[in-house]
């Protein structure tokens, strides 16, 4: 098939297109309108005819006319590869074809689709696509109507000349790749197809074309329509009528304000004489003042997450109802601001998130970070290749005016958002220019403009928040010590996070007196066993006026559902791949909540507890609303009023105990959760410190029997068998199936894929053991065995020095005590403790539960007596990884043991060893174990969120190197 290649031409990016305008629904009348009636609306989602092609050229020339011999069914919407046509492709930072902008590779895959559709009214015709990836041509009844790109922004037709009474058909050449491409390398699965809704509108002559709507905080709000007739308002709140007339700025006297807390909406119904729009309006208004970020005149924090739309069933293809669900879930976990990563979602999503409350930063669909993976490139110098080229700007424009003027009339839109690791330059400050004319009542955000590249000195005035992902710890507090400045990364080849040496710099002349808000608009990379490290993050967020959002990176596993098993990145034979990093959600890919989002909601819960001495303080982390009118809160198992205004603090007497452990419970209902409803809870240990075990009392002797490798132990019913070669004991009753083994390995996270490596390089993962010395000293109810040990990993240097005592009473009862001292030059262990293969499958323990516990990962956690099994305490990440640990133990019972301490200790028990875990990929292809593995740990080293963030803080970092430990072990 012979078409033009508006595919490689950056001159050509729509054609036949209507004005852009914004996002809303057309009813005949206002009594439709109030029903949701949509009678102008013709959904053309179906079974359509569809035949899928690796080159146009093997396209049929009159499948424009609707033959359609030889094609298959495909729905509408959804994404080809989803249906077996191509291959899926999941590649992060790197272009899926060569870098050759603006062409792309000749032989480009497409999907020829052929519908049918009858009209029968006089109106006039919009043909409407929601959401097309990457580009495509439309015919109508053989009649070419247009093009279009950008994937998920709307592109409208009029096809009014085109269509005829009766039967009509549609034609429509999707191609997988345009020059559009390089501008949507989005972090995600790459799919293909018409993947959003399809539709005509039916309208008439005169209209209303499109309108921009602002209110103030007196009540006013102003309607700026652009019509061609006379316009008429009708303006209802809940109990009706309010407003009827035609003056375009309405007051509303007892004006009720929109926030994400109490997300109030009026309805506006605007009308011409054969047509009505229906509108909810939100008043509310935003402005920033020294560096603070005000909504409605209070400064608040949004605790937000990305958002992809992703499926596992039906990619990008998402419903109002799946939306919906990860709204209803975020709500549940006290997330209350969303980032439409790294594109604008279906049109209603917003309007979703306006009716349940969040606030929104809505992204244009523009990301560039291929360029960073040039040979001899890097985020450092060409970065900006793209967003400096000026055959690019109108690209780079178009997509950011799409995006603005399509929700300009949400109000849970609070910032736009220029665009997601795109390098800056010139195109990107003309579009933030734009952005600032067009709409000045809301802020703007461009992360990337903390990269200064290719020549470019960065222009800062048109953007109205500074943005980083991924900063430590100490960079934010570095930032806020002279807020006034801002950081620029200079061409350096490979810098890829920001650090603390070489990247402050003053601001240009004309900005150095504006000192702007600060966001993360990534942190916390929620990889696996993660993110650890979040607590740190909140309270700074609180700690800083002008640190008022961030947003987790992100909210779903990204995978493919094929034969009842989830598949990421190289499951598919793809090249390039960038494996399970698209793993990185705060749910798994059917919306289980990750033990990560458990945390993240206990972060970022509304209220914060400290204790001193008799009292404990509650923080009210509302922006809008009192405490008590909102939670209902239980105090060591008693109902407590506890009443705070918003942003508030107040001091309440505190009860008596080793604990304080304070619960919040929804006090009213919600579209998200019933009465009752657990908000969160805080647990301040008063008192943590374990008692001393007692002293055994053991009647009865106890006999040894040395020979040249083994020492038996027995005495009242047991007898252990201690092999002086590996400095282990190789029986204890027949509880273990195999010797006892000193432990340092763990399955690498997600999060310690960066220093898994010098793990590996350390030999932590294949540690031997050797012997030097071993002694036996005989006591009247006891023996006692010495020995020194080394762990020795091949070819590799000693780890550790090992100066083990085990005491042996007459009872069976075991004391160890061991000295260990780490070669300094070695990295961070992952662990140290005790491996022991037992059976059984019940588990007791007092400690951080009932959910997996780790250092710097526990806020889910408390501090109790818990009973479960071996295989409830495994956490089924997709990629099998050290998890079900719990942090702060006193004591661990199974079905054949119980181990105590007099100093808090972390344990596992798993089917599944740590090798097992380490080597398989995927879930699906773990073996369990036919022992229980018990691994009792003196420590673990913290779970971070090294994936993509920081490193773990220095106190959760396993570093020591010289330590005691001293465990009770106790065999039934």
């Known amino acids: 098939m012979k078409i033009e290649k508006y595919y490689n031409d950056l001159n050509t990016l729509h054609i036949g297109t209507e004005q852009n305008r914004s996002y809303y629904k057309v009813y005949s009348d206002i009594e439709n309108a109030r029903k949701g009636n949509e009678n102008r609306k013709q959904l053309l989602g179906s079974e359509w005819d569809f035949a899928y092609y690796n080159c146009v050229d093997d396209v049929p020339e009159d499948f424009i006319n609707g033959n359609t011999n030889g094609f298959n069914k495909i729905p509408v919407p959804s994404c080809w590869q989803n249906h077996g046509y191509d291959n899926h492709q999941y590649t992060n930072v790197r272009y899926p074809f060569p870098y050759n902008p603006p062409y792309v590779p000749y032989e480009n895959p497409c999907g020829a689709y052929v519908t049918r559709f009858n009209v029968d009214n006089n109106l006039r015709q919009y043909l409407n696509f929601e959401g097309v990836d990457s580009c495509f041509y439309v015919w109508v009844n053989g009649t070419f109507v247009g093009y279009s790109q950008v994937s998920h922004s709307t592109s409208e037709f009029d096809i009014t000349d085109k269509v005829k009474d009766g039967e009509n058909t549609l034609a429509v050449l999707v191609m997988k790749w345009c020059d559009g491409s390089y501008l949507e390398d989005q972090d995600k699965l790459r799919m293909s197809g018409i993947f959003r809704d399809v539709y005509i509108l039916s309208r008439p002559e005169k209209r209303v074309?499109?309108?921009?709507?602002?209110?103030?905080?007196?009540?006013?709000?102003?309607i700026d329509a652009d019509a061609n007739t006379d316009v008429t308002f009708v303006l209802e709140n809940e109990k009706g009528v309010i407003y009827s007339g035609s003056d375009n700025k309405i007051k509303v006297d007892n004006t009720i304000l929109w926030n994400a807390e109490s997300p109030y909406l009026y309805t506006l119904y605007i009308?011409?004489?054969?047509?009505?729009?229906?509108?909810?309006?939100?008043i509310r208004e935003i402005r920033i003042e020294n560096g603070i970020f005000y909504l409605n005149n209070k400064p608040i924090k949004m605790r937000g997450t990305n958002r992809h739309?992703?499926?596992p069933v039906t990619g990008y293809t998402i419903s109002k109802e799946q939306a919906k669900k990860d709204l209803l879930l975020m709500k549940r976990h006290n997330i209350n601001a969303v980032r439409t990563s790294h594109y604008p979602n279906a049109p209603w999503f917003a309007e979703l998130c306006d009716e349940l409350g969040f606030y929104v930063i809505a992204e244009a669909d523009l990301e560039i970070h291929g360029t960073s993976s040039l040979y001899g490139g890097g985020q450092g110098n060409t970065f900006g290749l793209l967003?400096?080229?000026?055959?690019?700007?109108?690209?780079?424009?178009?997509?950011?005016?799409?995006?603005?003027?399509?929700?300009?009339?949400?109000?849970c839109v609070c910032l736009w958002s220029a665009g997601n690791e795109g390098g800056y330059g010139v195109n990107v400050e003309k579009t933030l220019k734009w952005i600032k004319?067009?709409?000045s009542t809301r802020p703007t955000h461009y992360e990337s403009a903390t990269w200064q590249t290719c020549g470019h000195k960065n222009d800062l005035s048109d953007l109205d928040v500074i943005s980083t992902m991924y900063a430590s710890y100490e960079w934010i507090d570095e930032y806020f010590r002279d807020p006034g400045r801002h950081v620029l990364h200079f061409t350096d080849g490979d810098s890829t996070f920001y650090d603390m040496e070489n990247c402050w710099t003053d601001l240009p002349e004309k900005n150095e007196s504006k000192i702007k808000p600060y966001m993360q608009c990534e942190f916390i990379h929620a990889m696996g066993n993660g993110p650890g490290g979040i607590k740190e993050y909140i309270d700074r967020m609180y700690r800083y006026d002008g640190f008022f959002v961030a947003f987790a990176w992100e909210w779903c596993d990204h995978a493919v559902y094929k034969d009842g098993k989830y598949l990421?990145?190289?499951?598919?034979?793809?090249?390039?791949h960038d494996g399970n990093f698209c793993m990185d959600g705060l749910v798994y890919p059917d919306r289980t909540p990750h033990t990560g989002l458990l945390e993240y909601k206990q972060a970022i819960k509304p209220f914060k507890v400290t204790a001193y001495s008799n009292i404990f303080i509650v923080e009210n982390r509302y922006d809008f609303s009192e405490l008590s009118d909102m939670l209902r809160f239980e105090v060591n198992g008693r109902e407590m009023k506890i009443d705070v205004p918003p942003r508030g603090k107040k001091s309440f007497a505190g009860p008596e105990g080793y604990t304080l452990l304070v619960w919040a419970f929804l006090k009213n209902y919600t579209p998200w959760a019933d009465i009752g409803y657990e908000v969160g809870f805080e647990q301040i240990v008063i008192n943590d410190t374990v008692p001393m075990p007692e002293a055994v009392t053991a009647d009865g002797a106890v006999d040894v029997k040395e020979e040249d490798r083994m020492i038996t132990i027995s005495g009242n019913d047991f007898e252990y068998i201690f092999d002086k070669a590996v400095g282990n004991f190789v029986k204890l009753n027949e509880v273990i199936s195999k010797p006892l083994e000193w432990n340092v390995w763990r399955a690498p996270t997600d999060n310690d894929r960066n220093i898994a490596p010098t793990w590996k390089n350390a030999g932590y993962d294949r540690e031997t053991t050797y012997v030097y010395k071993t002694e036996i000293e005989k006591n009247e109810n006891s023996i006692i065995i010495k020995c020194h040990s080394a762990l020795l990993p091949i070819y590799l240097q000693k780890t550790a020095d090992i100066f083990a005592e085990w005491t042996v009473y007459a009872n069976g009862t075991i004391d160890l005590k061991a000295n260990v001292k780490v070669n300094n030059i070695l990295p961070t262990l992952p662990r140290f403790g005790l491996r022991f293969?037992?059976?059984?499958?019940?588990?007791?323990?007092y400690g951080y539960g009932p959910y997996e516990s780790y250092s710097d990962k526990r806020l889910a956690s408390y501090l109790g007596e818990f009973e479960t099994t071996v295989n409830e305490m495994h956490e089924d990440y997709i990629k099998p990884q050290e998890n079900g640990s719990h942090f702060g133990t006193h004591y661990v019972e199974t079905d054949t043991l119980r181990i105590s301490s007099d100093a808090p200790f972390s344990f596992n028990a798993s089917h599944y060893t740590q090798e097992e875990l380490t080597e398989k990929k995927h879930n699906f292809e773990l073996q369990k174990s036919d022992d229980t593995i018990l691994c009792v740990d003196y420590k673990q080293n913290g779970i971070g969120q090294n994936s993509c963030g920081p490193l773990p803080?220095?106190?959760?970092?396993?570093?020591?190197?010289?330590?005691e430990w001293r465990i009770r072990i106790e065999v039934k």
């Open 387 to 411: 967003a400096n080229d000026p055959d690019w700007g109108e690209a780079i424009l178009d997509r950011n005016q799409r995006n603005v003027i399509r929700d300009k009339n949400r109000p």
């Open 271 to 282: 009308q011409t004489e054969n047509e009505v729009i229906k509108e909810k309006v939100g």
């Open 309 to 311: 739309d992703s499926d």
């Open 209 to 222: 074309r499109d309108y921009k709507i602002e209110t103030t905080l007196d009540g006013t709000i102003t």
């Open 837 to 845: 293969f037992t059976n059984g499958e019940n588990v007791k323990y």
């Open 568 to 576: 990421y990145g190289g499951d598919f034979g793809e090249f390039p």
């Open 437 to 439: 004319e067009y709409d």
């Open 953 to 963: 803080l220095q106190e959760y970092r396993f570093d020591e190197k010289d330590f």
